[in-house]
């Protein structure tokens, strides 16, 4: 029998899964103490606009995105989102539940009325293009940034 598969708003409890998450997301990333994690995630989680979708499969915590609402004056006052620190275990990669937990960003960024999601990646593996581009995402504009550390 398949494990059922869902996709929701994380909690604080989610925490720890999350964080496995993320260590497959960036090798070698900068150490976060446990109560820096907590501390921040409380406040990503108190944050308005901010959303932290999880999908998963079973009761494991196997896929997540971050959905970023930005309220706006231009566009008709439109808001317009950003998604953010997508990945999916290895383990449960082309299963879907990653392409169903950035869906689940995107309709909420479009039920927030945003003209435009936004993503960008630093990924070349053609698979993740396609990936993204599977999501309904085109490559329409140039992503410029002023980074503080390296790109991975």
């Known amino acids: 029998m398949a ?11 989610d925490l720890t ?22 501390t921040q995630f409380a406040e990503i989680l108190r944050r308005d606009g901010m959303t932290v979708f999880g999908g998963f499969a079973g009761t494991v915590l196997a896929s997540t995105c971050t959905l970023i609402v930005v309220p706006n004056l231009t566009r008709g006052g439109m808001s317009y989102a950003f998604i953010e620190n997508v990945v999916t275990d290895a383990g449960h990669r082309r299963t879907g539940l990653g392409r169903r937990t950035v869906q689940a960003a995107i309709d ?4 927030a009325d945003c003209y435009a999601v936004r993503l960008m990646t630093g ?18 504009k140039h992503g410029l940034e002023v980074r503080r550390i390296p790109p991975r």
């Open 17 to 38: 899964g999350l964080l496995s998450l993320y260590r497959q997301l960036v090798a070698n990333d900068l150490p976060l103490s446990p109560v820096l994690a907590e």
């Open 108 to 111: 909420a960024a479009l039920a």
């Open 3 to 13: 494990e059922e598969i869902s996709v929701r708003a994380l909690k604080q409890d």
């Open 123 to 140: 990924a070349k593996q053609p698979g993740t293009l396609d990936f993204y581009r599977s999501c309904g995402f085109d490559m329409t």
